[in-house]
């Protein structure tokens, strides 16, 4: 059964930083994409940070200039560094990814980690 589990979430102070991880374990053949999304209380899941299928990256408006991502797709592996944290950085942090499960598939499947909990606050 493939699964995506994420680590390095946390409680951390304001002006503090995290790295997340994100590792992909049993059958795909093929991660096309990958990214992390987050869920703040009370809010809809946003994206925060990917790497589109064809390689460029995209950040919400919000993170830029303090998180960065970074990936492995030989170990199907995903990391999201994040810097200067702030309040409104809390929320729970998901992996996704995208890809084949096989040669012959015909569409891309979406995976879904079961998020991690990041809690900025002095």
């Known amino acids: 059964q493939v699964q995506l589990v994420e680590s390095g979430g946390g409680l951390v102070q304001p002006g503090g930083s995290l790295r997340l991880s994100c590792a992909a374990s049993?059958?795909?053949?093929?991660?096309?994409?990958m990214g992390w999304y987050r869920q703040a209380p009370g809010k809809q899941r946003e994206l925060v940070a990917a790497f589109t299928s064809g390689g460029s990256t995209n950040f919400a408006d919000s993170v830029k200039g303090r998180f960065t991502i970074s990936r492995d797709n030989a170990k199907n592996t995903v990391s999201l560094q994040m810097n200067s944290l702030k309040p409104e950085d809390t929320a729970v942090y998901y992996c996704k990814m995208w890809g084949f499960r096989s040669r012959w598939s015909l569409s891309e499947t979406e995976y879904w980690g079961q998020g991690t909990q990041v809690t900025v606050s002095s």
């Open positions: 049993g059958s795909i053949f093929s991660i096309n994409a």
